[in-house]
């Protein structure tokens, strides 16, 4: 195929320097964004008289009959097309005639590739939004139903003090509202229209950027033809949203890997999110959290790839921004994904209370408790905190547990201690006296279901 732009040229390009300079293979997911913003400049054009009302209809049929053939797979994209942009308007004019080499009028492929992935990120952003809530909504049902299971809570991975798995849940929950407040932010950030910046400078032609760029839901235009054309920062703040959110979906998945482990059995993974072994008969592999967490490396890898993409760029458009969009696509593309799993694997997700309940048994959980006790009594905490270690290290060695050990043995320790003090240490106790806000009570518990309830009530 001839190119748009070889008039200027003695040869034609290349095979190699074709094939490699090409995007069609990553930008044709973006043909409807495309062709929308075709639309409102070709609206715009005619609005503002530089092309006439005919050119402006046959240009829209033309469009309109593109996008029905694309959409329908009747017209397929040409994988030896430089690009989508270059594509649809070779198609237009093939279809129209002269009334589509009028389209680009007042146009550059620059304003024209940074306006469609903006469009198209837009769009992403709003399927994100959607999958997030989703996985929002199963961690509410699920920890709602787990108000009152009592598992240990870690940290540095050793039992600490006993929590509900309920709040655990929720700790995710909260993580997930930043993550959807953060997309939101880059989606309102990026929303400015940067078509008619043109190729760097603006153009001659008297056009009305305002119109396009309300025709395409935007809240403005970009006021800088220079910074509309060579700025990919809103893809950045994306890339950095969506590793974000893979942080967040790799720890969580981190913690189905161990909790699902016969070291655990905190969580029994559903049979439909699970895999086998090929030679291991017993096995029941957490696979679907294992590339979860394994994906996430590669998100990370696009942020890298973009901020180093555009570290050097003098002002304005160069060539290195076209690999942009497979750096950007793939992040969105994985954290769809990861999230359309994860939403049903948590929702199958089986919580095994007993197991939860007897590990946090085992390990002292109570020890803050106990130390609390003969606080509340009057002793200074440190104190407190020194006899409760005494003690550990005592029913260690005689192999008891905080609940076990016998009163005259606590009274060795601190007169303060009485019969009352078994009964503060129970781990329901220790669970339902943690009531301050935030707090892993049941109480505390139904104020954090109603924020993240109201949350995706807000719609
Ligand atoms: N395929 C190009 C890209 O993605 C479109 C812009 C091309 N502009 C140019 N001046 N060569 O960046």
New binding site residues.
Partial sequence: MDKMWAGRFQKALDQTADDFNS?IGV?CRMYRQDIRGSLAHAAMLGAKGIISPADVAAIENGLNSILVDLDSGALAIDPAAE?I?MFIEAELTRRIGEAGQRLHTARS??DQ?ALDIRLTLRDEITEMIALLRSLLTVLVEQADANKNTIMPGYTHLQRAQPITFGQHLLAYAMMLMRDIGRLQDTSKRMNYSPLGCCALAGTTYDTDRGMVAEMLGFDGVVANSLDGVSDRDFAIELASACSIIMMHLSRLSEELILWSSWEFRFVELDDAFTTGSSIMPQKKNPDLPELVRGKTGRVYGNQITLLTLMKGLPLA?N?D??ED?EAIFDSVDTVKQCLAVMIPLLKTMHPLPDSMYSAAQKGFLNATDVADYLTRKGMPFRSAYHIVGQLVALCLERGETLDSLPLDIYQKYSPLFAADLYADIDMTACVQKRCSEGGTSAQSLEKQLDIVRSFLAQG
């Fill in positions: 995007s930008d690009d942009h492929r620059n590739v458009y060539k921004m076209q969009k």
